[in-house]
């Protein structure tokens, strides 16, 4: 009788390890529709996502179509990715889907011209945590650093300035130092990267990554991969 019972137990414990084994993995939805201006950067910053999502043991789908924002398509992901969309990109009702996505804690992260989207949309705002307001010209030099103690890195990059400093409403993962450009308008304080829980998910932002060669940064790649990890509920650290 105990060896009937210790051979049910086995079989019982490769059944579940079968079924862990077959549930497939969380899916990452990767978006960067334009309809305004569209970096020549976008294929390599998919690229690079999709590589990081699949270095996570998630699973990537790559769309520029917005009639897949839908409540019962969205709710097959747990992270959503804006990669440089710009302008009006989705419709009331799939606004609406993007919404309940959230807030049945779903997974919000931007890439760059992320915040050059959807001005007419105060929840996305929200969502963001900032918009677009303007850039230097051309890529410049500038010091990233990490909040709130970590090693500050250099970066060439498109630099953003925002509308209004997120700080208060966003946990700030890092600042760049306007003292190494020209044409930074937010002053001492500008954040470039932040974090925040959003209506039951959550939402990771970076300005970086106008040009492809920052997708070969190792700190931004560093950086990219904990926001991914805190979008995907994986860590509490972004």
């Known amino acids: 009788m105990r060896r009937l019972l210790l051979i049910l137990s086995c079989l019982l414990a490769i059944v579940a390890v079968a079924a862990m084994a077959a549930e497939p993995p969380p899916r990452v939805l990767i978006f ?25 043991g998630l699973a990537a789908d790559y769309t520029e179509n917005a009639a897949d924002f839908t409540p019962a398509n969205l709710a097959r992901y747990r992270v959503v990715v804006f990669a440089s969309t710009t302008g009006d990109v989705l419709d009331a009702a799939q606004q609406n889907a993007m919404e309940g996505f959230v807030r049945r804690g779903g997974g919000y992260l931007g890439v760059h011209a992320a915040a050059d989207t959807e001005y007419d949309w105060p929840w996305y705002g929200q969502l ?28 060439r990059d498109e630099l953003y ?23 930074g308008t937010m002053g001492k304080d500008h954040p ?40 995907a509920g994986r860590s509490n650290d972004c």
């Open 161 to 183: 300035n925002y509308r209004s400093n997120p700080r208060g409403h966003v946990r700030v993962v890092a600042t760049l130092d306007e003292s190494l450009y020209q044409g």
């Open 192 to 231: 470039i990267t932040w974090c925040h829980p959003f209506e039951g998910g959550r939402a990771w932002y970076t300005g970086l990554g106008h040009d492809p060669a920052v997708y070969t940064d190792a700190n931004f790649l560093t950086m990219l991969r904990r926001g991914l990890r805190y979008v």
């Open 128 to 155: 963001v945590g900032a918009y677009f307001h303007s850039h230097p010209a051309g890529l410049q030099s500038t010091r990233i650093t990490p909040e709130p103690n970590g090693a500050p890195w250099s970066i």
């Open 32 to 56: 960067s529709k334009t309809a305004g201006f569209r970096h020549a950067s976008i294929p390599t910053a998919v690229a690079t996502l999709q590589r990081l999502v699949a270095d996570e």
